[in-house]
């Protein structure tokens, strides 16, 4: 078969008729160590979030082989972890003063500086189906302005801690040392929909990587090389798992071509992944008021929400139909944001 290039792939992938071969992408769960090497993550101090990440020694963690630099890690997360990220990138993160994509216009006059609240609380029922699937994106802590392409000290908003905390613990147990999460792109990707092929360099510092964090449904990533000419490869994403761009990976074109549902739901049964934290791996049982010593008040009580499945019961009918990808930068050169 001839190799297709960037483009190429990027519309066979998309393709609704005929729908594409998908026995070429590259599924981690089944890959031969000829397409990807094992990547040791190491153990960097206690882990911070327990209840949310299972330990860095036992995530499953590859480098692909003919993409240096581009790491995955299958889904570090717990399932009460998939539902602490999921409520906080529907629920908290499209709020005003963060940047979000609705045309305040397009929605009757209405200023919708709380996309979940007003999508929940909308009564019209077509006028709810368009706020649900308008919301694409929200970006956090430096904002990127689209037409210019930079990020700049006047567009800036806070980045939350919890986010940058734990953004900051990938990049310790991968070895990447300092890292300062300053910009996010909050992606919302309604079944169907796709991302077409860009490169990430406004970043003053292109050597420090790219975090990627994806939850919900299943996605086809398509990564190539610098110019769209070269070949690229398809992988599935599936909730909670992580990819990190960096080394020559950091300034490859990619894409998202295709997202499709998943049979798979890691959000849903929390007896499962306490099992694996508790026990499997040997960490001291998950204690909720040790939690609320450890850490914020907020991340505590929100996970005591998330146990409850009249809370999350909203969410996972969102997830139902959504993919949601958690896109994480560092801005300036010597990662010491004033944010
Ligand atoms: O959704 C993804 O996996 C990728 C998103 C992305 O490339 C971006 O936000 O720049
Ligand atoms: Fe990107």
């Given at each position: 078969?001839?190799?297709?290039?960037?483009?190429?792939?990027?519309?066979?992938?998309?393709?609704?008729?005929?729908?594409?071969?998908?026995?070429?992408?590259?599924?981690?769960?089944?890959?031969?160590?000829?397409?990807?090497?094992?990547?040791?993550?190491?153990t960097?101090?206690?882990?911070?979030?327990?209840?949310?990440?299972?330990?860095?020694?036992?995530?499953?963690?590859?480098?692909?082989?003919?993409?240096?630099?581009?790491?995955?890690?299958?889904?570090?997360?717990?399932?009460?972890?998939?539902?602490?990220?999921?409520?906080?990138?529907?629920?908290?993160?499209?709020?005003?003063?963060?940047?979000?994509?609705?045309?305040?216009?397009?929605?009757?006059?209405?200023?919708?500086?709380?996309?979940?609240?007003?999508?929940?609380?909308?009564?019209?029922?077509?006028f709810?189906?368009?706020?649900?699937?308008?919301?694409?994106?929200?970006?956090?802590?430096?904002?990127?302005?689209?037409?210019?392409?930079?990020?700049?000290?006047?567009?800036?908003?806070?980045?939350?801690?919890?986010?940058?905390?734990?953004?900051?613990?990938?990049?310790?147990?991968?070895?990447?040392?300092?890292?300062?999460a300053?910009?996010?792109?909050?992606?919302?990707?309604?079944?169907?929909?796709?991302?077409?092929?860009?490169?990430?360099?406004?970043?003053?510092?292109?050597?420090?990587?790219?975090?990627?964090?994806s939850?919900?449904?299943?996605?086809?990533?398509?990564?190539?090389?610098?110019?769209?000419?070269?070949?690229?490869?398809?992988?599935?994403?599936?909730?909670?798992?992580?990819?990190?761009?960096?080394k020559?990976?950091?300034?490859?074109?990619?894409?998202?071509?295709?997202?499709?549902?998943?049979?798979?739901?890691?959000?849903?049964?929390?007896?499962?992944?306490?099992?694996?934290?508790?026990?499997?791996?040997?960490?001291?049982?998950?204690?909720?008021?040790?939690?609320?010593?450890?850490?914020?008040?907020?991340?505590?009580?929100?996970?005591d929400?998330?146990?409850?499945?009249?809370?999350?019961?909203p969410?996972?009918s969102?997830?139902?139909?959504?993919?949601?990808?958690?896109?994480?930068?560092?801005?300036?050169?010597?990662?010491?944001?004033?944010?």
């Amino acid at each position: 078969m001839a190799e297709r290039n960037f483009k190429e792939s990027f519309k066979f992938y998309k393709a609704r008729f005929p729908a594409p071969d998908l026995s070429e992408v590259l599924d981690v769960d089944n890959a031969s160590e000829e397409t990807c090497s094992p990547f040791k993550a190491q153990t960097s101090g206690s882990n911070p979030f327990p209840l949310i990440l299972k330990p860095p020694d036992k995530w499953l963690c590859y480098e692909v082989n003919n993409r240096p630099g581009l790491i995955f890690i299958r889904n570090p997360f717990t399932a009460l972890g998939q539902r602490y990220w999921v409520v906080r990138s529907v629920r908290d993160y499209p709020q005003a003063p963060n940047v979000v994509n609705l045309i305040p216009k397009k929605f009757e006059k209405e200023v919708i500086d709380d996309w979940w609240r007003a999508f929940r609380s909308a009564k019209d029922p077509k006028f709810r189906e368009n706020l649900k699937a308008s919301m694409r994106w929200a970006t956090l802590g430096y904002h990127h302005d689209w037409d210019t392409k930079v990020y700049s000290e006047s567009m800036k908003n806070v980045f939350p801690t919890d986010l940058r905390e734990m953004t900051k613990f990938f990049a310790k147990a991968l070895g990447y040392g300092k890292y300062s999460a300053e910009a996010a792109i909050v992606n919302f990707y309604p079944l169907g929909t796709t991302l077409s092929g860009h490169t990430d360099h406004s970043e003053a510092d292109l050597d420090a990587p790219l975090f990627s964090f994806s939850f919900g449904q299943k996605a086809i990533f398509l990564i190539g090389g610098p110019t769209k000419e070269e070949p690229a490869t398809a992988l599935f994403l599936r909730s909670g798992d992580v990819v990190v761009m960096s080394k020559q990976s950091r300034l490859c074109y990619h894409a998202v071509p295709r997202v499709m549902k998943d049979c798979l739901e890691p959000w849903k049964n929390l007896g499962e992944s306490s099992t694996t934290v508790c026990e499997k791996d040997e960490v001291e049982q998950p204690n909720c008021k040790k939690m609320k010593e450890e850490t914020s008040d907020l991340l505590a009580e929100l996970l005591d929400d998330c146990r409850d499945d009249s809370f999350w019961k909203p969410f996972q009918s969102y997830l139902e139909t959504t993919r949601i990808n958690i896109n994480i930068r560092q801005v300036l050169k010597d990662g010491q944001t004033s944010l």
